[in-house]
């Protein structure tokens, strides 16, 4: 691109910043400044990502290129196909450094990256330019990374629940008139762990459609052109890539699901993935909804007595409370967050099943079915099947990151990394859950239908046709006796362990590790 005008203010958009609102706009002079954005090769391979990860950001991306260029301002944008782009390289850096050579701007203007990897590039783009960088503060967040410090300064632990409270106070929400919380209870999670009857769940209205339009289905070829043997399949691609398509499905979980998602949001039905979720969750990510807006049509609808405060809180808890709190961790931990092993993990890979969802285990294969058919999953299935069985395993937490990074279209580093090493693996020890998240297989008997039709036997711990979830529990505990002795939320399950049979353990010892060679990925 070639202008006749000096550049003031080079605006960076990265792909998870697609929010109009966005401060980056806030000082925008369409007469001094360009916005530039760009897909790349580097940031669509350095994870395996999947196909509709991968299309779901791009036409993304492209539907809002389109949209600030309906108004008018100029924007510098790479495709993936671009040939003039490929000359210019394959990588974020070489792209920017290449424009910012050519183009010579005053300035270069970024919202804060979502991912430290990204703004360390940057800052060496500034560096290397002698060009000054701005990194703003990212609005779309109810609180900024330097307000998470403020709130932890002088806490020993970090407990989410606390910071909930907290925030629930700072922006009155769910609160009365007497500062005090609707319905007299901070936390209804006690009432949102009911499972579906013999019979299923019944009827569930299903999500709007949005069929792909002209840009997205170019996208799509694209993407099968270039990424041939990525996971996952792009025949069922129906996420919304524009704020009125999301606006649009935040509106139908408010009316059609979020009456009952409370109740059921930790059960789980094969074949059923959505079941009464929201799958808001990465457009939330990629600033095409505001999570303002979330919150407050949940609090208008248990205002006007359309949903019951248990799932509405329960719905605030997953925005206000948790996304905030994990995003908070992530910048107040990183970058040596990223290289915890609290439970010393060999470095074991996730199996082969977690790329391809060939596996006997019907749990697994039907969480499996969802996240290669859509590119999602349920908090239930992502924590307590397929990170659970991870865990157990023994596979290092980073590794599990990646694979999650790689096959969910909602996992952005900020996102991602706390939640899978933290919370679902407890490769912090206990920065962001005090706790690991395990369970033998009658926790999933008891909360799905998946161990009916299974040849494994939920609660038989060695033998054969034992459950491995079930084997790999107990494996686990008695591997981590050091760690989980003197952790008082684990002081049931230890003792449990204590009550096993020697002759009983030392077979499930032995088939725990007969397991783990079996599912070890460099044994193929």
Same mark, same amino acid.
């Given at each position: 691109?070639?202008?006749?005008?000096p550049?003031?203010n080079?605006l960076?958009i990265?792909?998870?910043q697609l %929010?109009e609102?966005?401060?980056?706009?806030?000082d925008? #002079?369409?007469?001094?400044?360009l916005?530039?954005?760009?897909?790349?090769?580097? /940031?669509?391979?350095?994870?395996?990502?999947?196909k509709i990860?991968?299309?779901?950001?791009?036409?993304?991306?492209r539907h809002?290129?389109?949209?600030q260029?309906s108004k008018?301002?100029?924007?510098?944008?790479h495709?993936?196909?671009d040939?003039?782009s490929r000359?210019q390289?394959?990588?974020f850096? &070489?792209?920017? %450094?290449? #424009?910012?050579n050519s183009?010579? +701007?005053?300035r270069?203007r970024?919202?804060?990256?979502?991912d430290?990897?990204?703004?360390k *590039?940057?800052?060496s783009v500034?560096?290397h330019?002698?060009?000054?960088l701005?990194?703003l503060?990212?609005t779309?967040f109810y609180l900024?990374p330097?307000d998470?410090?403020?709130?932890?300064?002088?806490?020993?632990?970090l407990?989410m629940e606390?910071f909930y409270?907290?925030?629930?106070?700072?922006?009155?929400i769910?609160?009365d008139e007497?500062?005090q919380?609707?319905?007299?209870?901070?936390?209804y999670?006690k009432?949102?762990?009911?499972?579906?009857?013999?019979d299923?769940?019944g009827?569930i209205?299903?999500a709007?459609?949005c069929?792909p339009?002209?840009?997205?289905?170019?996208?799509?070829?694209?993407?099968?052109?270039?990424?041939?043997?990525?996971p996952?399949?792009t025949d069922?691609?129906?996420?919304?890539?524009?704020?009125? #398509?999301a606006k649009? =499905?935040?509106e139908?979980f408010?009316d059609?699901?979020?009456?009952?998602?409370?109740?059921?949001?930790?059960?789980?039905?094969?074949? &059923?993935?959505l079941l009464?979720?929201?799958r808001?969750s990465?457009?939330?990510n990629?600033?095409?909804?505001?999570p303002?807006?979330?919150v407050?049509? =949940?609090?208008?609808?248990?205002?006007?007595e359309?949903?019951?405060?248990?799932?509405v809180?329960?719905?605030?808890?997953?925005?206000?409370?948790?996304?905030?709190?994990?995003?908070?961790?992530?910048f107040q931990?990183?970058?040596?967050? =990223?290289?915890a092993?609290?439970?010393e993990?060999?470095?074991?890979?996730?199996?082969?099943?977690?790329w391809?969802? /060939?596996?006997d *285990?019907?749990?697994v294969k039907?969480?499996?079915?969802?996240?290669?058919?859509?590119?999602?999953?349920?908090?239930?299935?992502?924590l307590?099947v397929?990170g659970?069985?991870?865990?157990l395993?023994?596979v290092?937490?980073?590794?599990?990151?990646?694979?999650? *990074?790689?096959?969910y279209a909602?996992?952005?580093?900020?996102?991602?990394? +706390?939640?899978?090493?933290?919370?679902?693996q407890f490769?912090?020890?206990?920065?962001?859950?005090?706790?690991?998240?395990?369970?033998?297989g %009658?926790?999933?008997?008891?909360?799905?239908?998946?161990c009916?039709?299974?040849p494994y036997t939920?609660n038989k711990?060695h033998?054969e046709n034992?459950?491995?979830f079930?084997t790999?529990?107990?494996?686990?505990?008695?591997?981590?006796? &050091?760690?989980?002795?003197s952790? +008082?939320?684990?002081?049931f399950? *230890?003792?449990?362990?204590?009550?096993?049979n020697?002759?009983?353990l030392?077979k499930?010892k032995e088939q725990?590790?007969?397991?783990?060679?079996q599912? #070890?990925?460099?044994?193929?």
């Amino acid at each position: 691109m070639k202008l006749d005008r000096p550049i003031r203010n080079l605006l960076l958009i990265l792909g998870d910043q697609l %929010n109009e609102d966005s401060s980056l706009f806030h000082d925008y #002079d369409p007469e001094q400044d360009l916005l530039w954005m760009a897909e790349n090769l580097e /940031e669509a391979t350095y994870v395996w990502s999947h196909k509709i990860r991968l299309v779901l950001f791009f036409s993304a991306m492209r539907h809002f290129r389109d949209l600030q260029q309906s108004k008018n301002r100029t924007i510098l944008y790479h495709t993936i196909e671009d040939p003039s782009s490929r000359d210019q390289g394959n990588t974020f850096e &070489e792209l920017l %450094n290449s #424009d910012v050579n050519s183009l010579k +701007p005053s300035r270069i203007r970024v919202v804060k990256p979502g991912d430290l990897r990204v703004e360390k *590039m940057l800052c060496s783009v500034s560096d290397h330019h002698q060009i000054p960088l701005d990194i703003l503060d990212d609005t779309h967040f109810y609180l900024r990374p330097a307000d998470f410090t403020e709130y932890s300064r002088g806490k020993k632990n970090l407990v989410m629940e606390h910071f909930y409270r907290a925030q629930r106070k700072r922006f009155d929400i769910l609160m009365d008139e007497e500062g005090q919380p609707e319905g007299g209870e901070w936390n209804y999670d006690k009432q949102n762990r009911e499972r579906f009857g013999k019979d299923g769940p019944g009827s569930i209205p299903p999500a709007p459609e949005c069929m792909p339009d002209s840009c997205t289905r170019d996208v799509i070829e694209v993407v099968e052109k270039h990424f041939p043997d990525h996971p996952g399949t792009t025949d069922s691609f129906d996420w919304p890539v524009t704020s009125a #398509d999301a606006k649009r =499905a935040l509106e139908d979980f408010i009316d059609n699901r979020l009456p009952f998602f409370g109740k059921f949001e930790d059960a789980m039905w094969q074949n &059923e993935h959505l079941l009464y979720h929201s799958r808001l969750s990465a457009l939330l990510n990629l600033k095409l909804l505001n999570p303002r807006t979330c919150v407050d049509a =949940a609090v208008e609808a248990f205002h006007q007595e359309k949903v019951p405060l248990n799932s509405v809180e329960g719905f605030v808890r997953q925005i206000l409370g948790w996304r905030e709190f994990i995003r908070g961790i992530y910048f107040q931990e990183m970058p040596e967050y =990223a290289e915890a092993n609290a439970l010393e993990c060999e470095p074991l890979d996730v199996p082969t099943f977690f790329w391809d969802g /060939e596996t006997d *285990m019907a749990c697994v294969k039907d969480s499996m079915k969802s996240v290669l058919e859509q590119a999602w999953s349920h908090h239930i299935p992502r924590l307590m099947v397929l990170g659970q069985f991870a865990m157990l395993l023994g596979v290092h937490p980073y590794k599990f990151h990646e694979w999650h *990074m790689a096959m969910y279209a909602d996992a952005i580093d900020w996102v991602s990394l +706390p939640n899978t090493l933290g919370m679902s693996q407890f490769g912090d020890g206990g920065v962001v859950g005090s706790k690991p998240y395990c369970a033998s297989g %009658n926790y999933i008997h008891k909360m799905s239908n998946y161990c009916k039709d299974c040849p494994y036997t939920y609660n038989k711990a060695h033998g054969e046709n034992a459950c491995p979830f079930t084997t790999l529990y107990w494996d686990f505990l008695d591997r981590h006796q &050091e760690d989980f002795t003197s952790n +008082p939320r684990m002081k049931f399950q *230890m003792a449990n362990l204590k009550r096993k049979n020697p002759e009983d353990l030392q077979k499930i010892k032995e088939q725990a590790a007969s397991l783990r060679q079996q599912l #070890d990925p460099k044994s193929d």
